[in-house]
């Protein structure tokens, strides 16, 4: 449990810098699908169980993963930004 917590974390340092983010998102939600037969109890107060925040952080993980890296992330400065090109339509429009 502390090594998939340590894990987490580190993921959530490369998350922050920007660095392989797609592949750290998905290390994510991999390691929390893991945890989340065990139910980690919540600190906070309101907090409902911890399987709906585990959801809540396996949805944002993927959501990450599939938006991918900022203008101002590592990944950008290492690999360089994508820009997709959407060529013009050949047909006419038809109206």
């Known amino acids: 449990?502390?090594?998939?917590?340590?894990?987490?974390?580190?993921?959530?340092?490369?998350?922050?810098?920007?660095f392989l983010t797609p592949v750290v998102s998905i290390a994510i939600v991999i390691l929390s699908l893991a945890l989340t037969p065990y139910k980690v109890p919540i600190v906070?107060?309101?907090?409902?169980?911890?399987?709906?925040?585990?959801?809540?952080l396996i949805v944002m993980a993927a959501a990450i993963a599939l938006l991918g890296p900022g203008a101002f992330s590592l990944d950008?400065?290492?690999?360089?930004?994508?820009?997709?090109?959407?060529?013009?339509?050949?047909?006419?429009?038809?109206?």
């Open 1 to 18: 449990m502390l090594s998939a917590s340590l894990m987490l974390a580190g993921c959530g340092v490369c998350l922050l810098t920007g």
């Open 44 to 56: 906070a107060g309101n907090a409902p169980d911890g399987t709906l925040a585990f959801f809540e």
């Open 76 to 95: 950008a400065r290492l690999f360089g930004r994508r820009e997709i090109v959407i060529p013009p339509s050949s047909r006419a429009p038809e109206s």
